[in-house]
């Protein structure tokens, strides 16, 4: 009996090989919407979507691929919001073109404000916007409740668990106001990027990430108001997306080449929440615009494009590429089918390109004819599963397509 249990060791072990160190690591990383108490409870909120700027909606994108129409409206230099009762908010750099419109066109008010910032809805339905020369909050019928003189070249601002808001102002100050208008507090850093900055914060709500001009990601502690650490050396002129578990993804590197000399070999980055570098996958983009952000599906693949879409595993493995014929011009996003919007500016034909790709690289439908000269920085989906891309003509005429 007493070599009984060494026997029955020994055939255990033997029945059950030991695990090969090459199997791969699970591809899926299972990703879901976090919960923000003090965000609107819209479609899309806010710029890029989320405080952890997923780019990622909750519903279904359009099936068709086809523009149902173009509506001419002021506000179209930077992103789309969606607010309650089915309606666009919109904002640009000319007074008074701050407008609130129904999903079929219709103005329903406007009012006046100087802002390059996509609009964030708030939990009571009310819309805070960041101006170049102060920040505003309206209720969801337009009435001004305050307006301070904060001024800020932000493209979106973001909103802690508490509905504390936080962007960069003209001084380069990390800076919080309350939803009454006034500055909680404010962190100066040379490092900031100054223009156009969008933020993103932790799953937790505790850590909010800034892009840098002379660094790539700055990460600053909520509470203590400190920066915990800094990763990089070239600038991020996107915002960094985070996903489930607080992991950073990014590519940095300056958006324009100097002079004819060719950008060498570009990397994005994964970052645990310690800024350690998880993985990095090496790619070639002679450009990358400003506010081209990557976006994380359901499934955790991450999808990130200059003039090639590429779309990653969770561990960084390459899973497809797609040459696009162009350059990207926007922020991508993903709907709740893993499919994939990518706007492309062609500039040797002048033609804007929508594409929708599937997570296996097949492409779905894409839109040829917008007849505009660009499009705009971060478009956004709606519940009824249409797609509003903003975008500008020649002749300066802002509008945004509605892609059904």
Not at 127 to 144: D, K, L, P, R
Not at 216 to 237: E, N, P, Q, Y
Not at 256 to 270: C, E, F, I, M, N
Request: charged share 15%; with cysteine.
């Amino acid at each position: 009996m007493k070599y009984l249990i060494p026997i029955l060791a020994i055939i255990f072990m033997i029945g059950c090989p030991a695990p090969d160190k090459d199997d791969p690591i699970p591809e899926t990383n299972p990703q879901v919407n976090i919960p923000w108490p003090s965000l609107g409870d819209t479609p899309w909120p806010m710029h890029h979507h989320d405080p952890q700027s997923t780019g990622r909606s909750q519903y279904a994108g359009p099936s068709g691929g086809y523009i149902h129409d173009k509506v001419t409206a002021t506000g179209t230099t930077t992103g789309i919001t969606l607010g309650y009762q089915s309606t666009v908010l919109i904002s640009g750099n000319i007074p008074g073109d701050f407008m609130c419109l129904d999903y079929d066109g219709n103005i329903k008010w406007n009012t006046f404000v100087y802002s390059s910032s996509t609009p964030l809805v708030l939990a009571d339905s009310s819309i805070i916007i960041a101006g170049e020369h102060n920040s505003a909050h309206f209720t969801n019928t337009g009435v001004t409740l305050w307006q301070n003189s904060i001024g800020t070249w932000t493209l979106g601002l973001n909103i802690d668990l508490a509905g504390n808001l936080y962007f960069i102002d003209k001084e380069k100050n990390l800076t919080s106001i309350s939803q009454d208008g006034s500055i909680n507090w404010q962190l100066k850093d040379e490092r900031f990027l100054g223009f156009p900055p969008v933020l993103s914060f932790s799953p937790d709500g505790e850590t909010i990430y800034v892009p840098g001009i002379s660094v790539s990601v700055l990460s600053v502690d909520i509470a203590s108001r400190t920066i915990d650490w800094v990763f990089g050396d070239k600038m991020l002129s996107s915002v960094p997306i985070v996903d489930n578990a607080g992991n950073l993804y990014f590519a940095p590197g300056l958006p324009y080449p100097a002079g004819d000399t060719l950008v060498p070999y570009r990397k994005l980055y994964s970052l645990n929440p310690s800024g350690d570098v998880n993985w990095e996958f090496q790619f070639y983009a002679n450009i990358i615009e400003y506010n081209t952000a990557a976006t994380i599906d359901y499934n955790g693949n991450i999808y990130f494009a200059s003039d090639t879409l590429y779309a990653l595993s969770n561990t960084g493995q390459l899973k497809w590429k797609k040459p696009l014929g162009g350059r990207t011009t926007s922020a991508l996003i993903c709907d709740i089918n893993n499919i994939v919007y990518v706007g492309v500016q062609r500039q040797t034909v002048h033609e804007n390109l929508i594409y929708a790709f599937t997570d296996e690289g097949e492409a779905l439908w894409v839109v040829s004819d917008t007849e505009f000269r660009s499009l705009g920085p971060s478009p956004a989906l709606s519940e009824e599963g249409s797609l509003f891309y903003p975008s500008w003509d020649d002749s300066n005429s802002r509008k945004y397509l509605v892609i059904k």
